[in-house]
């Protein structure tokens, strides 16, 4: 459903403007595994943590956090200590596209609420979503 209401905007975007442009969060992230949750002593085994935020972007302007403290798990480096994404618009969200689709069914200047956890606290925040650079990194 989410994947036609982005086809959808897409294509009225296309009509009216000769362009599609699409809305952009601005953090890097990692799946949470179950390894990652323990490693990291996150409270929740679920959702994405945060690694880099883009500075100028709507997560930097919503005070979202990347993690700073370098740790390895299973061969692969992370940044320990970010705020983890558990939702988006109150759908739950565990994997970079699902985070992807949420964000592709809106347009730049849209708010989005995304439930988060910074340490044990979990807290909601309203991002205004910006305009994807033409080098995304998401």
Do not use: M, N
Not at 7 to 12: C, I, K, N, T, V
Not at 80 to 103: F, N, P, Q, Y
């Amino acid at each position: 459903p989410e994947a036609y209401a982005a086809l959808e905007l897409g294509l009225a975007q296309l009509l009216a403007s000769g362009k599609v442009e699409h809305a952009y969060l601005g953090v890097s992230a990692v799946e949470v595994s179950d390894e990652i949750a323990k490693s990291l002593g996150l409270p929740v085994t679920k959702g994405l943590v945060i690694q880099t935020v883009s500075t100028s972007s709507g997560a930097a302007g919503a005070g979202l956090k990347a993690g700073s403290e370098q740790v390895v798990i299973a061969g692969e480096s992370f940044r320990k200590g970010g705020d983890v994404i558990v939702s988006a618009d109150g759908r739950a969200v565990s994997s970079i596209d699902e985070l992807r689709d949420v964000i592709d069914a809106h347009r730049p200047g849209d708010e989005i609420e995304l439930k988060i956890y910074r340490g044990d606290a979990e807290k909601t925040v309203t991002v205004t979503l910006g305009r994807q650079p033409t080098s995304p990194s998401q």
